[in-house]
C-alpha cells in the first residue's frame, strides 16, 4: 500500500518566519532529551508569536505574520515528526510522541484563536495567492470549532487532542505488534533464494517471519503451500489486534460528536466539505461507477485463478474453492506463464542504485533542474543527501534525503516527509526525505514505482515556489495530493524513458520493446481484483464515516458480500491505519486522485521526456502547490476540461 504522509495534519496549514538561513537548511539531530528541549522551546516560542499576533488591532499584515508563525511551528514539528518514524534511536522516537501530541494542541489553540479569525477576516487580499491563504485559514479556523459556542468549541478541542492520542495508540498497537510466523523449511518452497537466506530461524531450523509487508508479500506472492499461505494471511489479518478495534470504534464515535457540534449529519460531511468531492453525495457516486466499471471483471478474473488453482493441485473444478490467500499466488503464476514476467528477474535490469540514478535523471531531464549530491550529517549512515539546482543558472532550489532501506524501528511502508514548505515572500527553499524499504540488490517492477510515487511527491515538495508557506508543495486538498505521484509513476512503465537505464547502466541487462510490452499487459492483468478491493476499503471508510458502528461488523457484512467472502477470524480494521489517521473519509481520495493523474499525462503521450512540457508541468502544478485551486491548476496545464476516461480504461485493463 502506498502511502503518502503529510504533515502533522494541521501543521500544513500555518506558515512564516524570514528566513535568515544558510545556503542548506537540514534536519536537525537530537538526543531524546534534546528532542524534547527544542520541542517545548519551539512549542513556547510558537505560543509567544500566537500572543503578539492576537494582540494587534485590524487585519495589519496578517498573511505576512502568519507565514513567519508557520515556519517557526514547521522548522520544528516536521523535522520531529520525521524523527519519529526514522530515527534509529528508540528513545527518540519515543520522545517524539508526546511531542507531537503538543504540537496537536497547539495547533487547535491557533485555529480556535477568536481574535486571529477576526484578523484573517478583516483581511483584504491584495492578489490571487493571499485571497487563497485567507480562504484556506477561514476553513481551518471553522473546522477547529472557532465559530462555536464556548461551550462547543472547548469540546471541539477536547475531542482533536483525544484522536491525536488515539491515533498514535492505534499505530503504535500496529508497529509494536510483536506477532510471529513459524514455518518449516519445506514451506519455504517456492521462495526466491534471497528471501529464505534473508529470514531469521530458530533453534529447530524453522523460520520466523513478522508481519512486515517486505516479509509478507513475497510469501503470498510465491510460497507454494497453500495451507502455509493460509497461516501467514491469517495472523497478518489480525495485525493490531482486538485492542484496535475499539479503539478504532472509538475514533469514529468522536468523530460523528464532532461533526454534531457543527449541525452537520455525519463525519463525512465534516471532511469532505473543504475537499475537492465537496460532499458525500458525490464520493458515493463516483465510487459507485468504479464499482459499476469493474465488478463483472473482477468476477471473471477470479474465475479464472479458480481454474488455474484446480489446474495446479488436479482437482476437479467444482471442488475447487479459491481463498483470499490464493489470491496473489495464482496471478503470479499466471503472470508468469502468460507474460512471462518474472518480478524476481526483473531485480537483475534494475539495480537500486541505478534504479535512483534512473528516477533523477527523469527528473532532471523533465523539469530542468540539476541534482548534486553532498555529504551531509543524517540521522544514519545510509541515508544519502542531494542539493536541487537550477539547470541552466545552477541556483540552489531546494534540498531532499533518500532513506532507502530497512531496519530496525525504521517507518514500513514508502512515504515522502515534507520537512521545510517553500514561501517565495520569505525567501525559504524546500526541503523534503523520501523513506522507502528497499531491497538492496535491485527493485521488481512495483517497487521502481513505489520509487516514482514517492519521487513525485518529493519534487511536489522541493520545485514548490509558492509565495506562502501554508500553502506551499503538498498541501493541496487531499483529493488532489495523490496525483503528481500517481502521474510520475508511469515513467516506471514507458519504453521511451526507460530506455535511460542504457545511460545509467550500461552494464545492466536491458528491456527490450517486447519485455516492456508484456510487462504493460502483466500490469493490466489483475485491474478487475485489484480497483474492486480499492473501491472496498473507500466504501468501508465512507460506511463509518457517515454511521459509526462497530468497525468489525460493518466490515464482516461488506467484506462477506464480496466474491471471496469475509475469512472468520480476521480483524482486517484493526490494521488499516490510513482510517485511524487523517485519510478517513478519505481513501476514495487515492481513485479521485488518479483520476486527474491519468488525465494530465496526456499532454506528455508523444514524448515522455519533452522538457518544454515538463516545465510547463512544474510551473502550472508542481511550482503552485495549494496557492490556486485544483481544479483551474489541472485545467490551466490540459488547457480543456479534465476527464475521467483514461482514468476507467485503466481500471478495466484497457489502456
Ligand atoms: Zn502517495
Not at 496537536?104 to 490571487?128: G, I
Amino acid at each position: 500500500m502506498k502511502r503518502h504522509l503529510r504533515i502533522l495534519a494541521a501543521l500544513a496549514a500555518l506558515a512564516a518566519v524570514p528566513c535568515v538561513q544558510a545556503a542548506r537548511p537540514l534536519v536537525p539531530l537530537y538526543d531524546a532529551a534534546g528532542l524534547t528541549k527544542a520541542c517545548d522551546a519551539g512549542i513556547a516560542k510558537a505560543r509567544a508569536m500566537i500572543a503578539a499576533m492576537e494582540a494587534k488591532p485590524g487585519p495589519g499584515a496578517i498573511f505576512a505574520e502568519w507565514n513567519r508563525l508557520s515556519i517557526r511551528i514547521e522548522d520544528v514539528g516536521n523535522p520531529i515528526y520525521l524523527l519519529s518514524n526514522v530515527d534509529p534511536d528508540k528513545a527518540v522516537r519515543d520522545a517524539a510522541e508526546p511531542c507531537l501530541q503538543k504540537f496537536t494542541t497547539l495547533n487547535t489553540d491557533l485555529f480556535q484563536s477568536e481574535k486571529l479569525y477576526r484578523r484573517v477576516q478583516a483581511a483584504h487580499p491584495a492578489n490571487a495567492h493571499q485571497a487563497k491563504l485567507r480562504k484556506d485559514l477561514i476553513e481551518g479556523f471553522e473546522d477547529s470549532g472557532v465559530s462555536l459556542p464556548p461551550a462547543k468549541r472547548a469540546r471541539a478541542k477536547a475531542i482533536f487532542d483525544k484522536l491525536e492520542e488515539l491515533r498514535q495508540a492505534f499505530d503504535r498497537n500496529i508497529r509494536d505488534d510483536p506477532t510471529k510466523v513459524v514455518f518449516a523449511p519445506a514451506e519455504m518452497e517456492g521462495m526466491p533464494e534471497a528471501y529464505v537466506a534473508a529470514q531469521k530461524k530458530d533453534a529447530d531450523g524453522n523460520y520466523v517471519l513478522g508481519l512486515d509487508y517486505p516479509q509478507f508479500i513475497p510469501f503470498m506472492t510465491r510460497a507454494k503451500s497453500g495451507a502455509a499461505r493460509e497461516r501467514y494471511y491469517r495472523a497478518k489479518l489480525r495485525e493490531g489486534g482486538e485492542a484496535n478495534l475499539a479503539l478504532l470504534e472509538r475514533i469514529f464515535e468522536l468523530r460523528k460528536e464532532l461533526a454534531g457540534l457543527y449541525g452537520l449529519p455525519s463525519f463525512a460531511a465534516y471532511a469532505l466539505r473543504h475537499k475537492m468531492a465537496h460532499d458525500p453525495r458525490t464520493v458515493e457516486k463516483f465510487l459507485g461507477e468504479v464499482h459499476d466499471a469493474v465488478a463483472g471483471l473482477e468476477k471473471s478474473e477470479l474465475e479464472e485463478l479458480r481454474e488455474e488453482k484446480a489446474r495446479d493441485l488436479g482437482t476437479p473444478l467444482a471442488d475447487t474453492k479459491l481463498e483470499r490467500w490464493d489470491v496473489s499466488y495464482y496471478q503470479d503464476r499466471i503472470r508468469r506463464e502468460r507474460f512471462a514476467v518474472d518480478e524476481e528477474k526483473l531485480r537483475r535490469y534494475f539495480p537500486t542504485d541505478k534504479a535512483i540514478e534512473y528516477t533523477m535523471l527523469v527528473a532532471q531531464r523533465l523539469y530542468g533542474v540539476k541534482f548534486r549530491e553532498v555529504k551531509v550529517r543524517a540521522w544514519h549512515p545510509d541515508v544519502r543527501y542531494f542539493d536541487v539546482l537550477d539547470g541552466r543558472t545552477g541556483r540552489f532550489l531546494s534540498g531532499f534525503y533518500l532513506d532507502l532501506y530497512p531496519r530496525e524501528g525504521k517507518y514500513h511502508h514508502a512515504a515522502a516527509f515534507p520537512i521545510r514548505g517553500a514561501s517565495r515572500i520569505a525567501r525559504r527553499t524546500p526541503l523534503a526525505a523520501l523513506v522507502t524499504n528497499f531491497n538492496r540488490e535491485g527493485l521488481d517492477s512495483g517497487e521502481l514505482e513505489t520509487m516514482m510515487h514517492e519521487f513525485g511527491h518529493v519534487m511536489h515538495n522541493v520545485l514548490s515556489e509558492a509565495d506562502y508557506d501554508p500553502d506551499a508543495g503538498t498541501a493541496v486538498k487531499m483529493d488532489f495530493v495523490e496525483a503528481p505521484s500517481q502521474m510520475f509513476e508511469e515513467w516506471a512503465r514507458r519504453e521511451q524513458p526507460l530506455a535511460l537505464f542504457r545511460e545509467v547502466c550500461p552494464g545492466c541487462p536491458h528491456l527490450t520493446h517486447d519485455d516492456i510490452e508484456r510487462m504493460r499487459a502483466a500490469r493490466r492483468y489483475g485491474q478487475g481484483i485489484r480497483y474492486a478491493r480499492q473501491w472496498l476499503y473507500a466504501s468501508f471508510d465512507m460506511a463509518l464515516s457517515t454511521d459509526p458502528r462497530p468497525p468489525l461488523a460493518v466490515w464482516k457484512k461488506m467484506e462477506g458480500a464480496t466474491p471471496l467472502g469475509y475469512v472468520d477470524g480476521t480483524l482486517f480494521p484493526a490494521g488499516f491505519s490510513h482510517i485511524a489517521s487523517n485519510y478517513a473519509a478519505g481513501y476514495y481520495g487515492y481513485m479521485w486522485s488518479q483520476v486527474l493523474a491519468l488525465d494530465m499525462l496526456s499532454p506528455f503521450r508523444k514524448d515522455m521526456l519533452d522538457p518544454k512540457v515538463g516545465l510547463r508541468y512544474r510551473k502550472a502544478i508542481l511550482s503552485q502547490g495549494g496557492q490556486r485551486e485544483e481544479m483551474d491548476m489541472v485545467r490551466d496545464f490540459l488547457g480543456r476540461e479534465p476527464s475521467n476516461e483514461a482514468f476507467f480504461e485503466e481500471i478495466t485493463g484497457k489502456r
